[in-house]
C-alpha cells in the first residue's frame, strides 16, 4: 500500500512532458470507466491522480494543462469508435482515421481545462476538491454548445451497469438527470483525498443513492393501458451497401419481408387489446419515400393491420434546396396521410461540417436541421415524441415540454460505427433518457441494438448487434412527470453551483483555521 501510495504522488509531482504523458494515461484509464465495460473502479485511481496533479501544478495555468492532457486521453480512448466511420470511406480520408478521436478531443479538452485551472485558484483541500467537482460538472454540461453539440458519454453514465443494479444506479436521474449523477460521480471519485469525515460522509452518499435508487425503482411497477404494441424492423443492412446503391431493391424488399413477419406477430400478441405500430431505422428507406408514390402503399400493405408505420428516410426541399434527415408515420390504408418529423440535432462532421474546415468531409453541402422536438398525434395512438439517432443524447432535450407524448421512438443507424463500444454508448444514452423523463422508449437500430426500456430505464426486450429480424414488444406507459422533466437541466446546475460555493466557503473556513 505504501508503495503504490509513493508511485501515485511520484506520477502527481512530475513536470513538463512527463506530467502530459502521466494526465494522457490516466485519461485513458478514466474511460474504462464507460459503457460497455463499466470498470467504475478505475474512477478514484484516475480522478484523483488528477486532483493531485492539480495540486502540485506550479499555477493555474499548469492545472489547466493538467486537466487538457487528462481529457485528451480520455476523449481519444473514449471515442475511438469514430474512426469506423472514416474506415467506410477509406478511399478518399484515409489519413484521417487516426485523426477521428483525437480531433475531436482537441476540440472538447478546453472545457476539462477550464474547470482543472479554475479549481487551482481555490486553496488547497476538500473545497478545492469539491470546486473541482462542481467545475467538472457544469463544463461537462457545457458540451451540448460545441459546434451542434456533443454530450457524449457523461460521467454519470458510468452506472449504468447491465441488469437490476445499473436500474437501481440510474434512479436517482428522474431527479437530477444525468448531470446530477455525473456531480455526485465526482465526488465519491475523490473519497480517498477527503479526510476521515469526507471518506465517511461519501460511504453515506453511496448508501442513500442505491437506497433511494431501489426505493424508486421497486415501488413503479408497469402497466399496459395507453400505449401500441411495437414492431421494432432490423434490416441488418452493412453502411457499404446502401453506401454503393446498388442493392437498394434488395433492401427494400428485406424491408418488407420483416415488416409483414413482425406485424403478424405483433397483431397476434397485442390480440386487439392495442394498437399495433411498425418502424423501420434510420434513413432505412433507400429512396426519398415521400416522393415514391409507389413504396409508400406496398409498405404499408406489408404491414396490414397496423396503426401506423414509422420509417427513416431523407428528403430534398425544394424550398431551400437543401437534404434533412428524417422520420416518416404512414396512415393505413395505403400511405398517402403522412406526418413528417426532421431531425434537429445533425452530427458534427457527418451531416454538417463547421465553415472553418478548408476539405469536405460530408458530401455535398450536407444537411439541414429541422426545428425541433415534437410530439405526434397520430390517429389511435398515444402521443409519440420522435427522436431520429444523435438527437437521444441530449438530455432534458427529447421531449416537448408543452405537449407531453406517451412514449419516445427513436430510430438510428449505428452501422456507421461497427461492432464496438460506440453503439453500446449509445444505447446507454437511450435508457437514462428513459428515466429522466419516465417516458418508455422504443428503439429502431439498422445493425442493432434495437430495443424497448420502461419509464424506469429497465430493458424489457432487445434485439442484439448484428442481427436481422424484428424486435416485438408491447410499450409500458408513461410514468408521472419527473422532477427532472418538469425542471431540467436547472436541478443538476444549481446543484453544482451550490456545491461550489460550499467548496470556496469551505476552503476559506480552513484557510482562516490554518492562520489562527
Not at 484521417?96 to 487551482?120: E, F, M, T, Y
Not at 443494479?165 to 449523477?181: E, H, K, R, T, Y
Request: proline fraction near 7%.
Amino acid at each position: 500500500m505504501r508503495f503504490l501510495y509513493t508511485l501515485y504522488m511520484k506520477l502527481a509531482r512530475l513536470h513538463g512532458w512527463r506530467a502530459d504523458l502521466a494526465m494522457l494515461l490516466a485519461g485513458g484509464v478514466y474511460a474504462l470507466a464507460f459503457p460497455p465495460l463499466h470498470a467504475v473502479v478505475v474512477l478514484p485511481v484516475a480522478f484523483c491522480l488528477l486532483a493531485l496533479a492539480i495540486d502540485h501544478a506550479a499555477d493555474w495555468r499548469g492545472a489547466a494543462r493538467r486537466g487538457f492532457m487528462f481529457a485528451m486521453g480520455f476523449h481519444t480512448i473514449g471515442l475511438y469508435w469514430l474512426m469506423y466511420a472514416i474506415l467506410l470511406r477509406a478511399d478518399d480520408f484515409w489519413w484521417l482515421v487516426p485523426l477521428a478521436s483525437p480531433g475531436c478531443a482537441v476540440i472538447l479538452a478546453p472545457l476539462s481545462a477550464l474547470s482543472a485551472g479554475l479549481s487551482r485558484l481555490v486553496p488547497r483541500g476538500t473545497g478545492r476538491l469539491l470546486v473541482l467537482s462542481a467545475l467538472w460538472t457544469v463544463t461537462d454540461m457545457a458540451r451540448v454548445y460545441v459546434f451542434s453539440g456533443f454530450p457524449w458519454n457523461p460521467p454519470g453514465s458510468v452506472w449504468e451497469f447491465p441488469g437490476l443494479a445499473g436500474d437501481i444506479m440510474i434512479q436517482p436521474a428522474a431527479w437530477i438527470g444525468v448531470d446530477g449523477l455525473t456531480l455526485l460521480t465526482c465526488i465519491v471519485a475523490l473519497a480517498p483525498l477527503y479526510g476521515r469525515v469526507g471518506r465517511w460522509a461519501c460511504l453515506a452518499l453511496m448508501v442513500a443513492w442505491v437506497g433511494c435508487g431501489a426505493a424508486r425503482f421497486s415501488s413503479i411497477h408497469d402497466t399496459y393501458l395507453h400505449n401500441p404494441e411495437v414492431v421494432l424492423v432490423q434490416g441488418n443492412v452493412p453502411e457499404t451497401d446502401k453506401i454503393a446503391g446498388n442493392s437498394d431493391v434488395a433492401i427494400f424488399r428485406r424491408y418488407l419481408a420483416l415488416t409483414h413477419q413482425g406485424v403478424a406477430q405483433g397483431l397476434q400478441q397485442a390480440a386487439g387489446t392495442r394498437p399495433v405500430v411498425f418502424a423501420w431505422p434510420e434513413s432505412a428507406f433507400p429512396g426519398l419515400l415521400l416522393e415514391d408514390d409507389i413504396a409508400r402503399p406496398m409498405i404499408m400493405r406489408a404491414g396490414q393491420g397496423a396503426a401506423a408505420g414509422i420509417i427513416g428516410s431523407v428528403r430534398w426541399l425544394e424550398d431551400d434546396h437543401h437534404w434533412r434527415n428524417s422520420m416518416v408515420a404512414l396512415m393505413p390504408p395505403d400511405g398517402a396521410g403522412t406526418m413528417v418529423y426532421d431531425k434537429a440535432h445533425l452530427v458534427p462532421f457527418g451531416e454538417y461540417q463547421p465553415a472553418f474546415l478548408p476539405f469536405h468531409v460530408v458530401p455535398g453541402e450536407g444537411m439541414t436541421p429541422g426545428p425541433g422536438v415534437r410530439t405526434w398525434h397520430l390517429p389511435g395512438i398515444a402521443p409519440v415524441g420522435p427522436l431520429i439517432c444523435y438527437e437521444v443524447i441530449f438530455s432534458g432535450q427529447v421531449a416537448d415540454p408543452h405537449d407531453r407524448p406517451g412514449w419516445l421512438m427513436n430510430s438510428t443507424n449505428d452501422a456507421w460505427y461497427g461492432n464496438s463500444a460506440g453503439p453500446r454508448q449509445h444505447l446507454a444514452a437511450v435508457r437514462i433518457r428513459a428515466v429522466e423523463e419516465g417516458l418508455p422508449v422504443a428503439r429502431a437500430a439498422n445493425t442493432g441494438i434495437s430495443a424497448v426500456f420502461d419509464g424506469r430505464g429497465h430493458e424489457l426486450a432487445r434485439l442484439g448487434w448484428d442481427r436481422q429480424g424484428v424486435l416485438v414488444h408491447a410499450v409500458p406507459d408513461a410514468l408521472p412527470l419527473t422532477v427532472f422533466g418538469q425542471y431540467g437541466r436547472l436541478v443538476p446546475l444549481l446543484l453544482a453551483i451550490v456545491l461550489g460555493l460550499c467548496g470556496v466557503w469551505y476552503a476559506g473556513r480552513q484557510g482562516k483555521a490554518g492562520l489562527s
